[in-house]
């Protein structure tokens, strides 16, 4: 499953489901909402592009590293501490390239998936900085 | 010819978002982003350098797709065309 939606998701079923034959190792990451003195955290995506570069990225990764399932989850709206951002289940044969998959998923989306996030406090809110390895080419 | 600018995160705040806006033929990516983000200046500057240049974290997609900043001077825009500017991204 790819989705970026507002609800949580049940983790412990996406394990079961992600058990498919040849399955030896499932990786779960699970990014959620850090206390750092904030109220609440607030998540915006730009839908339709985040959602086809996930399943790039979910395509690519099951051809580098033999998985044999993989479900990302985004969420967006408004979070609390503690709640969970982001859901990635792998599966595969064996425990690195489970381990690899799931790395690779965590990197990519953090270079290029179109999601923001922004920090939301007593007394405001701050835009998370998201990085930006490009620029140079041709002049603007 | 009508087409549609979607701001993101700290330029949507600043410009609004889902911006229908009329056109004329040879409209530009550039000159669009330009009109479009001088309603607010603050908005602008947060696009546009003093010399209104793009600030070289901006990015462009038109209809989905990537354009590079030093393509938006030569991209025109056509009638149903989406456009998207948003800061560097930050999720996970």
């Known amino acids: 499953m790819i989705a970026i939606q507002t609800g949580d998701v049940d983790i412990g079923a996406l394990i079961t489901a992600a058990k498919k034959p040849g399955t030896g190792a499932i990786v779960v990451f699970d990014g959620v909402v850090r206390d750092d003195g904030i109220t609440e955290m ?15 990225i979910a395509k690519e990764a099951t051809r580098q590293f033999r998985l044999l399932h993989v479900d990302i989850i985004h969420r967006v709206g408004n979070l609390g501490v503690g709640e969970n951002i982001l859901i990635i289940v792998v599966s595969a044969g064996h425990r690195p390239e489970a381990y690899a998959g799931s790395r690779y998923i965590i990197e ?19 835009w998370v900085p998201g990085e930006h390895g490009h620029g140079g080419g041709k002049p603007t | 010819m009508t ?5 993101f995160a700290r330029f949507r705040e ?6 229908l806006t009329d056109v004329t033929a040879g409209t530009t990516l550039r000159s669009l982003i330009t009109t479009i983000s001088q309603r607010n200046p603050e908005g602008h500057a947060a696009i546009f350098d003093e010399n209104g240049t793009f ?3 901006v990015i462009l997609m038109k209809n989905g797709k990537r354009i590079e ?4 001077a030569d991209t025109s825009v ?14 996970g």
């Not at chain 1, 990519?108 to 701050?126: A, H, N, S, Y």
């Not at chain 2, 087409?3 to 701001?7: A, G």
């Not at chain 2, 989406?82 to 930050?90: D, H, L, N, Q, T």
């Open chain 1, 42 to 56: 607030e998540l915006e995506a730009y839908e339709e592009v985040a959602v086809k570069e996930l399943e790039k």
């Open chain 1, 108 to 126: 990519e989306i953090k270079k290029g998936v179109p999601i923001w996030k922004k920090e939301l406090t007593r007394d405001g809110g701050r």
């Open chain 2, 3 to 7: 087409v549609k600018i979607r701001f």
């Open chain 2, 14 to 19: 600043l410009l609004g978002t889902d911006i």
């Open chain 2, 55 to 57: 600030h070289e974290f």
């Open chain 2, 69 to 72: 900043l030093g393509d938006a």
């Open chain 2, 78 to 91: 056509a009638d149903g065309d989406e456009i998207a500017v948003f800061p560097p991204v930050a999720g």
